[in-house]
């Protein structure tokens, strides 16, 4: 049996002993250098092979390639790259030193700067394993693909920035932070007037997603996209001067912004100027005016529009009750798949809420919207289901949806059936069981989970008596601020209830539940 390497070397035989060795040899360091980053195209191929003064048309390459074809992926694609990356690593560990890497690396950031078939998918992800230091520990290397990214940023234009920076983000592992090279791309992209860079950069500043958080320069980026005619960043800005969130509170520039994005056709901003005009949300309430922007979304079939209009027309909600026309949108938008409207007509079908009441099309509306698996919906099906609330009672299937909601990591979902489990509510009794889901919940940081088992631990509620671990987890509820535990918490100190009596600690816990109020 042959080693690992006698393998590689015989592949390698196939490239350093062919007619055409010295181009071939190029080739394959070539191949061996993108391996880790991304396949190439065979027209980039030939502009290297130009580049080192090899003249060949893609023609006579894909011929040149023929002896080696089993050991290349895509050539007859012509986005070609070595079909195994154990032999490409062992290709750069063997026949290049450190220093021949950095000179052949060299060379390609040469070529790569001059080639005009160079496009921002592969510069992104060459530029997203080579500048990586994670990956890559030379300092020497780091600074020749620092260069070349220099280059990028200076010589391209804003789109083509922006579309490198958004392959290299697409690489990264999504617990690490952005790497100062990426941070530059955007802001390069941003500074050439790139409007959807100054939007991501402003979004990923304000909400410190793989940057450090800096809501101030994020506002600046915003203000700079909506004054580059963005609808959406218009939109973003209207809305954050209207609420004052991290930006201070200007009504009348915020209404501005608002009304030209929902004037630009931006259709985010059309459906929230009408809920604001219809709620008087910070503007002055006009529900002429923000019926009038609802039905502008519901002529351009936006599903979301029908289904709020259908709603509000069924209620009467700041628009004057038709129930036959809140019935008809909300089912058209039902039936073209709009899943909240999905939900609602079964709902509304179950209950007879201003809609014939229905049992057998409720049902099959609800579970229609139940199988999309979205948790939520899983959960208010399945404790139908248990509860036989206005639906045939089925406790087997509803405990089914239950589990599968709280296997989907639905918290709620996941406290619900821990308490059902303990209590044996409509299912059959387990306190092992329903201990393990509660403590679940109580891992995710679930504040009314910590609640529930910390009164069950005080009082041996299903639960074996453990008073020093359910105080422990009842101030922890309280001290998220959790109005229910901080009420719950206060009125067993003062009654000193299974905790040591505190008049002044329970008092003072009453007056925090009361604040929040």
Not at 300 to 317: V, Y
Request: glycine content about 6%; overall charge negative.
């Amino acid at each position: 049996d042959k080693t690992p390497y006698e393998l590689f070397e015989r592949q390698a035989r196939e490239w350093t002993e062919a007619s055409q060795k010295e181009i071939l040899y190029h080739v394959l360091l070539l191949l061996a250098i993108f391996e880790p980053a991304c396949p190439l195209e065979l027209s980039l191929v030939q502009g290297f092979l130009l580049h080192t003064q090899f003249h060949l048309t893609q023609s006579e390459i894909r011929y040149l390639l023929h002896p080696v074809a089993h050991q290349v992926e895509g050539l007859d694609e012509g986005q070609i790259k070595l079909a195994f990356k154990a032999f490409a690593e062992h290709i750069r560990n063997a026949y290049l030193s450190p220093k021949d890497t950095r000179n052949f690396l060299g060379r390609i950031t040469v070529w790569l700067k001059e080639e005009e078939d160079l496009d921002a998918k592969t510069t992104g992800l060459f530029l997203s394993y080579w500048a990586d230091a994670t990956q890559v520990k030379d300092q020497r290397i780091q600074a020749i693909i620092e260069n070349f990214n220099e280059h990028v940023r200076a010589s391209k234009d804003a789109n083509f920035v922006y579309i490198v920076f958004k392959h290299v983000i697409s690489e990264l592992d999504k617990n690490k932070k952005m790497l100062s090279y990426m941070e530059k791309l955007l802001l390069t992209a941003a500074e050439k007037g790139e409007v959807k860079a100054m939007l991501e950069y402003s979004s990923r500043l304000k909400q410190g997603l793989k940057l450090e958080k800096n809501a101030e320069k994020g506002n600046y980026w915003l203000r700079n996209a909506a004054e580059e005619k963005s609808p959406h960043a218009m939109f973003i800005l209207g809305n954050l001067l209207l609420e004052g969130e991290e930006i201070e509170k200007n009504q009348e520039e915020g209404e501005k912004w608002l009304y030209q994005a929902a004037e630009m056709g931006d259709q985010d901003a059309i459906g929230i100027l009408s809920i604001r005009l219809l709620e008087g949300l910070n503007i002055k309430q006009n529900t002429q005016e923000g019926e009038e922007w609802l039905r502008r979304l519901v002529d351009i079939d936006n599903l979301q529009a029908m289904r709020i209009l259908g709603n509000r027309l069924l209620d009467g909600d700041n628009l004057k009750q038709n129930l036959e026309e809140g019935e008809k949108w909300l089912r058209k938008s039902a039936e073209q798949g709009d899943l909240q409207a999905v939900f609602s007509l079964g709902i509304r079908l179950l209950d007879g809420d201003n809609l014939q009441q229905d049992e057998i099309e409720g049902k099959e509306w609800l579970f229609k919207a139940a199988k999309t698996d979205n948790p939520s919906i899983m959960r208010m099906l399945g404790l139908r289901l248990l509860n036989g609330e206005n639906i045939t009672q089925d406790v087997k299937e509803g405990e089914m949806w239950l589990r599968k909601a709280a296997k989907a990591d639905d918290v709620a979902s996941i406290v619900m059936l821990g308490n059902r489990l303990l209590d044996g509510r409509n299912l059959e009794q387990d306190r092992t069981e329903g201990e393990n889901w509660l403590r679940k919940a109580v891992a995710a940081d679930d504040e009314q989970a910590m609640r529930i088992l910390g009164n069950r631990l005080l009082d041996g509620d299903n639960l074996e008596q453990d008073t020093e671990e359910g105080e422990k987890w009842l101030y922890k509820a309280a001290e998220t601020g959790e109005q229910y535990a901080m009420r719950v918490l206060g009125n067993r100190l003062l009654d000193g209830d299974n905790l040591g009596q505190d008049i002044s600690d329970g008092e003072k816990w009453l007056r925090k539940a009361a604040d929040t109020e």
